[in-house]
């Protein structure tokens, strides 16, 4: 089972400012089958990357992301209010059971 | 556009069973594989298992084996899937997500139902 770690566990930041999240695998995600989410308080996940750097439909281009093997990072250029969230990694490079890191939740100052 | 509603929250005792529900609409539902998946307090987000819609072909996490069972019904577009031998860690909020590849078991998830609040208490 590939266990997926987030860091920080948490973070806050003013508005405008850049966010640097981070997902390390215990072993190399095979093909960068990686994905992060966002999710608020009361309502289930978003999907918001997916392959690593693939923006879903109708995600705003300040969220971004990089990385392969086994470090990932997720970007937000740009914090906004409505940011907000905690965001999780899944990976999808190994057979089952596919996981998901522990979060970091992100806060505006 | 990709609806997926589940039934309401369930009380159930130790022991005892519980069949949710997840009726899609919006798409062609045998295109795609739905998944479920939990996130209690301890547990974080846990993948569960999925079904085929398409010829009903269920994988299940280990950890759950023997005690979970998913379904489907083609003719309502609804999924389902029944928990045995509840246990208060199984206390949870359930989802069901739809495959964002399609036709894998090994996938993100693209669209997610509203959850359904699963208490084991007794």
């Known amino acids: 089972e590939v266990v997926l770690t987030q860091s920080p566990g948490a973070l806050s930041l003013s508005p405008g400012e850049r966010a640097t999240l981070s997902c390390r695998a215990s072993q190399s995600v095979d093909s960068g089958y990686l994905a992060w989410y966002q999710q608020k308080p009361g309502q289930a996940p978003r999907l918001l990357i997916y392959?690593?750097?693939t923006r879903a439909t109708g995600i705003p281009d300040r969220f971004s992301g990089r990385g392969s093997g086994a470090d990932f990072i997720l970007t937000i250029s740009r914090l906004e209010p409505e940011d907000i969230a905690v965001y999780f990694c899944q990976q999808y490079g190994s057979s089952p059971p596919l996981t998901f890191g522990g979060g970091t939740k992100v806060q505006i100052k | 556009q990709v609806h997926l509603v589940q039934s309401g929250a369930e009380v159930k005792e130790p022991g005892a069973s519980v069949r949710l529900s997840c009726k899609a609409s919006g798409y062609t539902f045998g295109n795609s594989y739905i998944h479920w998946l939990r996130q209690g307090p301890e547990q974080g987000l846990e993948w569960m298992g999925a079904?085929?819609?398409?010829?009903?072909?269920?994988i299940y996490a280990q950890k759950f084996q023997g005690r979970i069972s998913v379904s489907r019904d083609t003719s309502t577009s609804t999924v389902y899937m029944d928990l045995s031998s509840l246990r208060s860690e199984d206390t949870a909020v359930y989802y069901c997500?739809?495959?964002?590849?399609?036709?894998?078991?090994?996938?993100?998830?693209?669209?997610w139902g509203q959850g359904t609040l699963v208490t084991v208490s007794s």
């Open positions: 997500a739809r495959d964002g590849v399609g036709t894998t078991f090994i996938s993100y998830f693209d669209s």
């Open positions: 392959d690593a750097s």
């Open positions: 079904v085929t819609p398409s010829d009903g072909t269920t």
